[in-house]
């Protein structure tokens, strides 16, 4: 059973244009959702986070947002370039202590010049 | 000022053999938590250890599979006896504690042949 849904494998935007990556959870007990860009043959950097207190974090191109009631985050890059072009993962926590995070599958965006 | 190492990049054993898989956390970050990512699927996590101790193996395999985060030294993952289905991308992760979210290593890109 799979908590956290990516749903569109991939993804082409225009230079310049913004990014939507979506992401869909299941357990209600998830409270901490972070964003991770992956490149290939390298390992996943943190790109940005948010707690369920917030429905909105910024940071510089990114934007995550949080709708609880739909259990539904989102990652918009604005404006998107051509070094974004990555694996992108979204992974959810619950407070648990552990910081066990599940990961979705990726989404894998290309942003073309 | 490194980050999560890990080591080796590509490890490539036959069946039946033993793969032992080497982390060293971020400097000041105490915990470690290890994850799998098999071909295109997400990232899968395996355990969390501490130091000395086993926080979480609830995604380790029973059999075959084992971790540990001595006092001193890296942490290993070992697998015993692997199988074609083994092959994946391990992935080790280390964080402070108290701070959601953690740094990631490179991954060590294990092949079974």
């Known amino acids: 059973d799979q908590q956290v849904k990516q749903n569109s494998p991939s993804l082409s935007v225009q230079e310049g244009r913004i990014s939507i990556l979506n992401c869909d959870y299941t357990n209600s007990m998830f409270d901490y959702f972070l964003w991770y860009k992956k490149y290939p043959a390298e390992g996943p950097t943190f790109l940005i986070s948010i707690s369920s207190i917030k429905d909105k974090n910024e940071d510089g191109r990114f934007t995550v947002f949080l709708n609880k009631s739909a259990k539904h985050l989102s990652l918009h890059i604005v404006p998107s370039q051509p070094g974004d072009s990555a694996v992108y993962f979204c992974?959810?926590?619950?407070?648990?202590?552990?910081?066990?995070?599940?990961f979705g599958t990726g989404t894998r965006l290309k942003v073309l010049a | 000022n490194a980050g999560v190492m890990q080591n080796p990049r590509h490890l490539v054993r036959r069946r039946g053999q033993e793969a032992r898989l080497r982390c060293s956390p971020m400097k000041g970050h105490s915990h470690v938590y290890w994850y799998r990512q098999l071909p295109e699927e997400g990232l899968k996590f395996m355990v969390y250890l501490q130091k000395e101790n086993i926080i979480d193996e609830s995604g380790m395999p029973k059999e075959r599979f084992s971790a540990e985060f001595p006092k001193e030294g890296p942490s290993i993952l070992r697998i015993q006896q692997v199988v074609r289905g083994d092959s994946a991308a391990y992935f080790c992760?280390?964080?402070?504690?108290?701070?959601?979210?953690?740094?990631f290593g490179s991954g060590t890109r294990l092949t079974v042949v």
């Open positions: 992974a959810a926590s619950e407070n648990s202590g552990t910081y066990k995070y599940i």
């Open positions: 992760a280390s964080s402070p504690p108290t701070v959601p979210g953690y740094t």
